[in-house]
């Protein structure tokens, strides 16, 4: 998805969560908490870790915990801003923003801190290393397979390295959150953390999403991907199926929601296939469009590789939109197999459940309808208090204080 409409626009929030979040921090004493983060919500390759991370620092700042987001420089953006509350500090760059934020924050440049919230996004910032005290970290998922899609041999070699040999034992101590079963089961199996040092707290959906009024009528095949145009969501792999869906279903399009560096690479792939008639490419889409367009859909489906969860596939049912989408760590919690969407193993079976769900109107019904019930489990509110107990749970008996009683 492109940055334009992730912003999370203000909603009304609840008291009674508010209320909650402000008396967990302050049983906790955690009145001023960090976030280190590889990108900010307003980097043009923002994705669902960044509103995952904006849609708490902004209930935590409503709570009144006062919290300082750390990430990197993004292009056409203030070093220093405030949004919703709380306050981003983007400096360095890409890769220099580790050891950057690191540095400042032993050398306590942005302020003294009761808590800190380490989102590791591929590359850590090491945060074991440097610092004591409360802190949980971030997970969405393992990397795996993403390190060769999208960096050369060598530097893919380094990354994977990295993640599965060189950080986990500085980081198995640590109290880790994920965002579904499936990811925590990869992150206890495949780097070997603790199964009970690592906590299940999956991201919500913004009351934005909703069906639209009116009884529910199964909409023609119309087709809706959404996500960054980048190797690991396999929008090509998504293309082919759907090619070969038109088989059964001639008239089924495909519209592709997002921008990203593949883009004119699906481009050239739509083209050489002939397929330029029934798929579309739609950038810079705003929050309304994005409801219309789950809304208008038959289905929303994702070839993706990895997900720690794959947000738009809650936000497509929470409007009454049901799922086809690979069968993957984060889609299968994602998705409510047989009640909410469909799971495939390989591309043909893609293809072949993106055919049945748009010829059989009985199952688009039943899909529509357990689509609506999965998606009303997940709040903001509900991973914001999740996330912040598992932070107040780390500030007792953890670490050594120094003399001013605050953590060093």
């Given at each position: 998805m492109s940055a334009s409409h992730l912003i999370p626009d203000p909603a009304p929030s609840n008291p009674d969560t508010i209320a909650a979040l402000a008396e967990i921090a302050g049983r906790a004493g955690l009145h001023r908490v960090h976030l280190l983060s590889w990108r900010d919500l307003d980097d043009p390759e923002a994705g669902g870790s960044e509103v995952h991370a904006a849609m708490i620092a902004r209930l935590w700042a409503e709570a009144g915990i006062e919290v300082t987001l750390r990430t990197s420089f993004a292009a056409g953006q203030p070093p220093v801003a405030e949004r919703d509350g709380y306050r981003v500090i983007r400096r360095a760059g890409r890769y220099l923003v580790f050891p950057r934020a690191a540095l400042a924050e032993i050398a306590r440049n942005h302020g003294p801190r009761d808590g800190?919230?380490?989102?590791?996004?591929?590359?850590?910032?090491?945060?074991?290393?440097?610092?004591?005290?409360p802190k949980i970290i971030v997970l969405h998922h393992v990397h795996a397979?993403?390190?060769?899609?999208?960096?050369?041999?060598?530097?893919?070699?380094?990354?994977?390295?990295?993640?599965?040999?060189?950080?986990?034992?500085?980081?198995?101590?640590?109290?880790?959150?994920?965002?579904?079963?499936?990811?925590?089961?990869?992150?206890?199996?495949?780097?070997?953390?603790?199964?009970?040092?690592?906590?299940?707290?999956?991201?919500g959906v913004h009351p934005r999403f909703s069906p639209a009024p009116g009884p529910r009528i199964p909409p023609p095949p119309n087709v809706v991907a959404v996500g960054r145009l980048v190797p690991v969501k396999r929008f090509d792999y998504l293309i082919r199926a759907c090619t070969e869906a038109r088989r059964l279903v001639p008239d089924l399009t495909l519209t592709i929601v997002g921008s990203g560096y593949e883009h004119d690479k699906l481009d050239t792939l739509v083209r050489r296939m002939g397929n330029g008639d029934w798929v579309t490419f739609v950038q810079g889409i705003s929050n309304e469009e994005l409801v219309r367009t789950y809304r208008e859909a038959r289905l929303i489906a994702s070839a993706s590789a990895r997900e720690g969860w794959g947000m738009t596939l809650t936000e497509a049912a929470a409007c009454g939109t049901p799922a086809v989408a690979t069968r993957i760590a984060g889609h299968t919690d994602a998705v409510a197999e047989g009640s909410s969407g469909l799971l495939a193993d390989n591309e043909p079976d893609l293809g072949a459940a993106i055919a049945k769900v748009c010829v059989?109107?009985?199952?688009?019904?039943?899909?529509?309808?357990?689509a609506l019930d999965h998606a009303s489990r997940f709040t903001w509110d509900a991973t914001a208090l999740g996330v912040l107990t598992a932070l107040a749970e780390e500030t007792h008996g953890r670490g050594h204080r120094g003399r001013t009683g605050r953590w060093r």
């Open positions: 800190l919230v380490e989102i590791w996004n591929g590359m850590p910032f090491f945060s074991p290393v440097w610092t004591r005290g397979q993403m390190w060769g899609m999208v960096l050369p041999p060598a530097l893919a070699k380094l990354g994977n390295s990295l993640e599965r040999r060189v950080a986990p034992p500085l980081y198995r101590g640590e109290r880790v959150v994920t965002l579904s079963e499936s990811s925590k089961t990869e992150i206890v199996e495949d780097l070997g953390f603790p199964a009970d040092r690592v906590d299940v707290v999956p991201p059989d109107d009985a199952l688009w019904t039943t899909l529509s309808e357990g």
